[in-house]
């Protein structure tokens, strides 16, 4: 893919950079093969995340990309956190997704639903020094997510909450949670509020990490509320409308696993490209093979149009048009993208390949869980049914 900046008359092609998002991306490039890449294979296996690396996140402005400066964040557009996100996940899809849920779920459901009072107090954090969550999985309910049990009950000017959560990325470093629970469970969707919630509010607790085959440093969390006690003003948007920012938060939230799918495969691609340069077999690099030339060629075509879906649904989030379709068929492809190029990779590298001295087995096992989070491939199909079978 082109990546030089040229003078082009409008419309611009997708794959075609401001100066600022060029430089943007050139420092995180720059970031991630310095910081990050050096630490992978220990993060990898002692499956927990670097602190000192989040820190320099803050410090480089990436974890309130989008946060007006009067807040403290950066003021820039969904497109660069899509690109902070597809640079730090060629290097290391882990440090990828901390800067994902951070900007495409946290920060995004409080730009658009706090309160002033709550961005003011809420968003200089998020966007200097506190880690973000985002809650909406029970072990009861997964794709079927406003089937979740977790209680909210008025008392005075508080909420009480009680219940658990499942699989929350950033449980561990996390000081702010999004949260989401029912305040009235024989009413369905139309019961779930969300939540703003301290790690420090009484009656609240951060459970099990999980054990993970990949994206291991990030972690996993179960998350206890019993008898947590959130202050009437936590609420975030309306009491019982908290499926909508449910719906909304995770529609952007999936071109970010897209861009985090687009990182991992150009990663290992690169990998795989540089790899069959330098292993000679029969007397010749394996380059020189036509049979691998076609599967390096195969794998950065797949990976063009990953990137070309990215961008495409982030231009289109940030020009304020319908983006809902566009964004489930980025996830959707990226994370097959993701899964086909870093198996192929691992075949290149041989035996190789298949050990972890080398990096590629991490990159597929990093794939998979495009397939999995913000709505499985199958959530995602029926999300693109729906929107181009309208009368089904
Ligand atoms: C590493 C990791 C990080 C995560 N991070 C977060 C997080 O930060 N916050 C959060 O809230 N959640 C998080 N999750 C949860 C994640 O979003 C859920 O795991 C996911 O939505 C799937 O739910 P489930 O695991 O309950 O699977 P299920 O819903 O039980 O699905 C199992 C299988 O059945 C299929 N299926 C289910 N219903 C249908 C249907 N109607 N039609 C066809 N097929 C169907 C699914 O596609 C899937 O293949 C995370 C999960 C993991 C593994």
Excluded at 103 to 118: G, K
Excluded at 151 to 164: C, H, I, T
Excluded at 311 to 334: H, I, S, W
Excluded at 346 to 362: A, C, R, S
Aim: charge should be negative; aromatic fraction near 10%; hydrophobic fraction near 40%.
């Amino acid at each position: 893919m082109p990546e030089t900046a040229v003078q082009l008359a409008s419309p611009a092609p997708i794959t075609h950079f401001t100066d600022d998002e060029n430089l943007f991306r050139d420092n995180i490039r720059q970031f991630a093969e310095d910081k990050v890449r050096p630490l992978v294979k220990e993060m990898d296996e002692e499956g927990v995340f670097d602190k000192d690396l989040i820190h320099q996140f803050f410090e480089l402005g990436l974890m309130g990309i989008e946060i007006p400066e009067q807040y403290g964040g950066g003021e820039g557009k969904f497109f660069e956190a899509i690109l902070a996100v597809e640079e730090l996940s060629r290097v290391d899809a882990s440090a990828g997704v901390v800067v994902d849920v951070q900007n495409t779920l946290v920060n995004n459901a409080l730009l658009r639903w706090a309160t002033e009072e709550q961005k003011r107090r809420y968003l200089p954090r998020m966007a200097s020094q506190t880690c973000g969550a985002y809650a909406l999985s029970e072990a009861g309910s997964g794709s079927d997510a406003f089937a979740l049990q977790t209680k909210a009950e008025l008392k005075g000017s508080d909420y009480v909450l009680n219940g658990r959560k499942l699989w929350i990325t950033n449980g561990k470093e996390a000081g702010i949670f999004i949260l989401f629970a029912t305040i009235d469970p024989g009413a369905s969707y139309k019961g779930i509020t969300a939540f703003i919630i301290e790690k420090d509010f009484p009656g609240f607790s951060v459970g099990k990490k999980e054990d993970k085959l990949g994206i291991r440093a990030s972690s996993t969390c179960e998350l206890m509320l019993e008898d947590c006690r959130v202050p009437k003003s936590n609420v975030l948007g309306e009491a019982g409308k908290g499926y909508r920012i449910a719906i909304e938060t995770l529609n952007e939230g999936r071109i970010g696993i897209g861009a985090q799918m687009a990182g991992v495969a150009r990663g290992a691609w690169e990998y795989a490209a540089r790899y069959a340069q330098e292993r000679k077999q029969f007397g010749k690099s394996l380059a020189e093979f036509q049979g691998i030339q076609f599967q390096v060629a195969q794998m950065a075509t797949e990976i063009e149009a990953a990137r070309l879906m990215v961008y495409n649904a982030a231009r289109m989030k940030d020009a304020g048009v319908p983006f809902v379709k566009e964004a489930a068929m980025t996830k959707l492809f990226c994370s097959q993208v993701a899964e086909r190029v870093t198996s192929l990779a691992i075949e290149i590298y041989g035996g190789y390949g298949f050990t972890k001295d080398y990096p590629v087995e991490k990159y597929w096992r990093d794939s998979k869980i495009g397939k999995i989070y913000e709505g499985t491939s199958n959530m995602q199909l029926a999300t693109i049914a729906k929107l181009v079978m309208p009368g089904k």
